[in-house]
């Protein structure tokens, strides 16, 4: 675990300036040894560093691993940073038929084209939305989220397919 994390640390955040300093790096460092030992069922998972890094751009260390900590044990779904990424893969799948039932046209077209939407949503649910959005709208998706819980993933991410729906659709591809 402390291997991964510090390997982790020079790769959160890089186009933040502030985020490179020494003294974040040891801030987000003790963020994420201490939930790793706060929580050893959970323990450190991949992308947890872009949350707690995002955190502490926003809030004192003590508060941020607080936070940190409400996030992953009661905010978003049950073992979304497990070993396994259950949490994350149920989520990927309730998004996959709020698709179907909200966006039909694009969820036929996705299937059609055989593209696995959890390899890209898998990141978005992982991160928060930290390397997807704009800081300044993951503040306001992260208030939301807090208040209404990880409904709110879906929310943001039917919204992002929704805005770019007709793009995809026209162009028969993905990025094509």
Known sequence: TVRVI???IPRTLTT???MQEPSMQASLRRVLLAYAQHNPRVGYCQSMNFVAGFLLLVMPEEQA???LAALVEDVLCPESYSPSLEGCHVQNRV???LLGKFLPRLAAHLDEIGFDVPMLTTSWF????????PPAVVMRVWDVLLTRGAKVLHQVALTLFACAESWLLERGLLGG
């Open 126 to 133: 992982m991160c928060l939305y930290v390397n997807v959005l």
């Open 95 to 97: 998004l996959r038929k």
């Open 65 to 67: 691993f607080w936070t």
């Open 16 to 18: 933040n300036k502030r």
């Open 6 to 8: 510090l390997r982790d």
